[in-house]
């Protein structure tokens, strides 16, 4: 059975010793294929990661899990929140708005849509617009953020491959008073974000686990999610049964040894 603390709200943070800070922040820059996008695309990711409000770095993960497994979460990651809405620890809604677009909305007053302009094995790039209007401040608060997660796949002598991550975050807001704010609150909101995703990392690694040990129910929740279009659900379903495939094949082999 999957288990899991609902993830806190995201955010970004700036702790590190700005020398530090600097140098991840240009090795984070340098790592995002602005060759490869549209012209639209390079200047509305330039102008967020070269004046960001916050910049973060999070705290760099391995993950064991399949490697084709995380690849389709990180490209669909609405089957996330479908299972932590299944399970009954979430509140964020998830609309699917086109191939590369989410919207998400996490019921405490924020809403935002999310872009994947660029996905290899190695790199993605995630490109945000959005708003916070809660109860935390008097006025909306209107934001931009770019996410660059860079993974690393090796396989392990005990069988499932690890995926290591490195998830950096440029924050960008656009009224005064959110700046100061972002920037008095930069540590608070730091470890949260930490906090967010070391705990994405733990479940899925119980993702990863279940589709070796238990495939078929897995596959069986994929075709029920909630907030996920039915042909997500398939695919899903067919990621986590070629996941408990490979894993038989290589227990077999190891055995054989």
Known sequence: MLRAQPPHHVGGGASDPPLVAHSLRADAIA??????????????????????????????????????????????????????????????????????????????????????VYGDTGTHVYVADGFYDGKLTANPIVGKGVFVLRTQYHATAEGPMSVDTTLDCFLQFENLGADLLARTFGPLIGRTADNNFLETAKFLEQLGTTARLNPEGLEDLALRLPQVQQSTRVRFAETVRSAGNRHAIASAEARRR
């Open 31 to 116: 790592a995002i294929p602005l060759d490869r996008l549209t012209p639209a695309a390079q200047q509305r990711i330039e102008r967020i990661v070269h004046r960001p409000t916050l910049y973060r770095r999070l705290p760099p993960k391995s993950i064991a899990c399949d490697g084709e497994l995380f690849l389709f979460i990180a490209r669909n990651p609405e089957v996330l929140i479908g299972i932590w809405d299944l399970m009954g620890i979430t509140q964020v809604k998830a609309e699917r708005l086109d191939t590369y677009r989410l919207r998400a909305i996490d019921g405490s007053g924020t809403d935002c849509t999310v872009d994947l």
